[in-house]
């Protein structure tokens, strides 16, 4: 990259902004060029962001027959179910819990898990269990995961499939001419570097790429408020039989009023809360039984207006969530049954997101669509997963959950992939063009990953034919989907 495109690409004020204290390394004589090192990488597709719609994504490409470079910020793949312990992948049946409906590249990462000791496969887990955290509607049939299995079992597949990957590689900005993303310039250990790229696939959680490129976007609700996150925590050492049988024993109390869920320990969330021993905004705990029966995943912390675009306010949304995660800890080892040995295994290594930007793209997916089970005839994957919108109701406390009025799943079109003016772009998982209520349904692990496959197979469509992303033709990415296992209705 030559001083003029860098300039172009953000230049000085980008790289001082992205690397505090820049300027201050430089010794005598030298000039941020000099820490830009020239075209390093070239691909035919070019995955931003190693999470499950990014690995689908990249997996997809490369099985394609395309050169695929996959760029992830972190240290291993899986972005959310790893790093950020978010467990267990949500169900991937239809309404009836009788038929496993998003299969494909998922499908093949739940076998590799159950074959590597790693996962309970989804057909043998049923709501109201532990594995449930005893939820009933909407959460049969999800899928109990060892994110250190599922690190393994990323690497393996990637490798396998002739996947370039870059770990601690930051993607920094969208080079763009006319209406084609040229390359994308990157961070690393040895300083600014760039790839060029046929096509680009943003998976970065955040739609990074799509918005340096220019693409239009809403933050949260349209209105500036984002859904809360979440410092997950996993807990081992439990007499998880004492633990159960407490839980069970109060299962017909469960309750929801207002929007607000009285579920699992409820009973002892009071009590804490009135010992002046609990100040978070939740009123009972989301744990979910671990594949290794004296492990429990905890999601319970609740970081309120957290900007995931904000390094300030990202870092003041881990160190208050670590708090609450101390205040967690402590009243599971004083209150809970089967608790008093419990040990923090681990705290993920990055606060759960669940809302930033939402890109625009050729079509908007919108809550009614989903109730009503509409499936449009480019959509690329279905699926039944309900509304989940925390803090939904102006009170941090409440949690919108919403089902299916009818049909046994949706669809999600692929012109929900589709941003709008840029011609090599595909905007996979949680920031897709949809609205902060639908989001809230499909912004789960199975439909992400099927939404990165098919973004996979579009991409080499596109690259193959030289068309843009929104000529894709849709009839025969469909039926590659269906070829590789996908299930389309
Ligand atoms: C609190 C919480 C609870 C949840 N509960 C569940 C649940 O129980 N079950 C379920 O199935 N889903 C759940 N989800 C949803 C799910 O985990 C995420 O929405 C899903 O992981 C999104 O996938 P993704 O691939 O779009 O993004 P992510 O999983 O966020 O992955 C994005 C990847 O991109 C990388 N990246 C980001 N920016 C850059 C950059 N600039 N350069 C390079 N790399 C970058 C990140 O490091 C990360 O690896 C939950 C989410 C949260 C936050």
Redesign the pocket.
């Known amino acids: 990259m030559d001083r003029r495109d860098f300039l172009k690409a953000g230049g000085i004020a980008a790289t001082a902004a992205v690397v505090p204290g820049f300027a201050a390394s430089c010794t005598k004589g030298q000039t941020f060029r000099d820490f830009v090192v020239k075209d390093s990488y070239q691909a035919q597709v070019v995955v931003?962001?190693?999470?499950?719609?990014?690995?689908a994504a990249a997996l997809a490409a490369a099985r394609a027959g395309m050169k695929t470079i996959l760029?992830?910020?972190?240290s291993c793949?899986?972005?959310?179910?790893?790093?950020?312990l978010?467990?267990?992948?949500?169900t991937c049946y239809d309404t009836t819990g009788e038929q496993m409906i998003i299969k494909g590249i998922f499908e093949e990462i739940v076998n590799n898990l159950v074959e590597n000791g790693g996962a309970i496969h989804p057909k043998e887990v049923r709501w109201e269990t532990p594995y449930t955290a005893w939820m009933k509607l909407g959460h049969d049939h999800?899928t109990p995961f060892d994110p250190e299995v599922l690190k393994f079992v990323l690497d393996t597949m990637v490798l396998q499939a002739g996947i370039k990957v870059l770990y601690h590689?930051?993607?920094?900005k969208s080079v763009v001419k006319g209406d084609k993303i040229e390359k994308l310039v990157?961070l690393t250990k040895r300083g600014l570097e760039s790839v060029k790229a046929d096509f680009v696939i943003d998976?970065?959680?955040?739609g990074?790429?799509a918005a340096t490129a220019g693409v239009p976007f809403t933050i949260g609700n349209g209105k500036g408020k984002v859904q809360p996150?979440?410092l997950?925590m996993r807990l081992n050492n439990i007499e998880s039989d004492k633990l159960i049988k407490d839980v069970e024993s109060h299962l017909p109390e469960f309750k929801r009023v207002n929007g607000v869920s009285y579920r699992a320990l409820f009973w002892y969330v009071e009590q804490a809360e009135n010992a002046g021993e609990w100040d978070i905004e939740r009123k009972s705990v989301n744990l979910?039984r671990c594949v290794k029966g004296d492990e429990w995943s905890v999601?319970v912390t609740r970081i309120l207006d957290v900007d995931a675009l904000d390094p300030e306010s990202l870092t003041a949304g881990e160190i208050e969530g670590r708090r609450q995660v101390q205040e967690v800890f402590k009243f599971f080892k004083k209150y809970v049954p089967g608790c008093k040995n419990a040990t923090l295994m681990k705290t993920a290594d990055?606060?759960?997101?669940?809302e930033s930007r939402h890109i625009e793209g050729e079509f908007l997916l919108q809550a009614d669509d989903l109730l009503n089970g509409v499936v449009p005839e480019d959509s690329i994957l279905v699926a039944s997963n309900s509304i989940d919108v925390?803090g939904g109701q102006g009170n941090t406390n409440t949690t919108n959950y919403t089902l299916m009025k009818q049909g046994r799943w949706y669809g999600v079109p692929y012109r929900c992939l589709v941003p709008k003016g840029i011609r090599n772009l595909l905007v996979?998982?949680?920031?897709i063009s949809a609205t902060s209520e639908a989001v809230g349904a499909v912004?789960?692990?199975?439909p992400?990953m099927a939404m990165?496959q098919a973004a996979g197979i579009a991409a080499a469509f596109a690259v193959r034919n030289a068309t843009a992303a929104k000529d894709v033709d849709i009839d025969s990415l469909r039926k590659e989907i269906v070829k590789q296992g996908g299930f389309l209705g």
């Open positions: 931003v962001g190693g999470g499950p719609s990014g690995v760029i992830e910020h972190g793949l899986g972005g959310m179910a790893t790093r950020g978010v467990e267990p992948f949500m999800e590689t930051t993607f920094v990157l998976t970065t959680g955040d990074d790429v996150c979440t997950f979910h999601n990055t606060l759960g997101i669940r925390h996979a998982g949680r920031p912004r789960v692990m199975p992400c990165g």
